[in-house]
T-cell receptor, first 113, second 113 residues
Framework: DSGVTQTPKHLITATGQRVTLRCSPR?????VYWYQQSLDQGLQFLIQ???????AKGNILERFSAQQFPDLHSELNLSSLELGDSALYFC????????????FGPGTRLTVT | DAKTTQPTSMDCAEGRAANLPCNHS???????VYWYRQIHSQGPQYIIH???NNETNEMASLIITEDRKSSTLILPHATLRDTAVYYC??????????????FGQGTILTVHP
């Protein structure tokens, strides 16, 4: 158990819909990362937050957005969902952006039908 | 971040050492080598990292060549639970680094009884 929690575990929704994925980092970790893992693209970095502020962006679509709240939990919002958005979404946390280890949550499996 | 090249798959007998190679010929002087693994769609797990000296922890050993262009992860006594995808990642660590991890395709290690 990494100490990172993600909800929900599974999510099934229809194309065009909007969903919110939630992540609670390890106690004391200020940095949160979101990754997407799909069959064709592998594990890809989406976005990073540090102490409430966006720190880095990766291959995140404009239909996706995220934020980190004052209590340090983070949410990833996915809108206008397409079939290709079906994937595993992982959240990770670390004490600071450059910390050597990132602690990954169990992931949320999103299925878009 | 420097690109890495790993074999697609490897096999190992239970109880034997598993040696997983990684090429990172374009690595820069301030980039570290990291290893993570992912067991069957679980969140990736940190294994070890190093800059230029060989490193060992309770999970594995990391051997980095003198020119730093390649490295080998060694699992000294592989068990069935070590069956996973192993990712070799190169990135800057600490200071003002962004912290994101860039995953390649990894090596699928299968440990046989």
């Amino acid at each position: 158990d990494s100490g990172v929690t993600q909800t929900p575990k599974h999510l099934i929704t229809a194309t065009g819909q909007r969903v919110t994925l939630r992540c609670s980092p390890r106690s004391g970790d200020l940095s949160v990362y979101w990754y997407q893992q799909s069959l064709d693209q592998g594990l890809q970095f989406l976005i990073q937050y540090y102490n409430g502020e966006e720190r880095a962006k990766g291959n995140i679509l404009e239909r996706f957005s995220a934020q980190q709240f004052p209590d340090l939990h983070s949410e990833l919002n996915l809108s206008s969902l397409e079939l290709g958005d079906s994937a595993l979404y992982f959240c990770a946390s670390s004490p600071s952006p450059g910390h050597f280890e990132q602690y990954f949550g169990p992931g949320t499996r999103l299925t878009v039908t | 971040d420097a690109k890495t090249t790993q074999p697609t798959s490897m096999d190992c007998a239970e109880g034997r050492a598993a040696n997983l190679p990684c090429n990172h010929s374009t690595i820069s002087g301030n980039e570290y080598v990291y290893w993570y693994r992912q067991i069957h769609s679980q969140g990736p797990q940190y294994i070890i990292h190093g800059l230029k000296n060989n490193e060992t922890n309770e999970m594995a050993s990391l051997i980095i060549t003198e020119d730093r262009k390649s490295s080998t992860l060694i699992l000294p006594h592989a068990t069935l639970r070590d069956t996973a995808v192993y990712y070799c990642i190169v990135r800057v660590a600490g200071g003002t680094s962004y912290g994101k991890l860039t995953f390649g395709q990894g090596t699928i290690l299968t440990v046989h009884p």
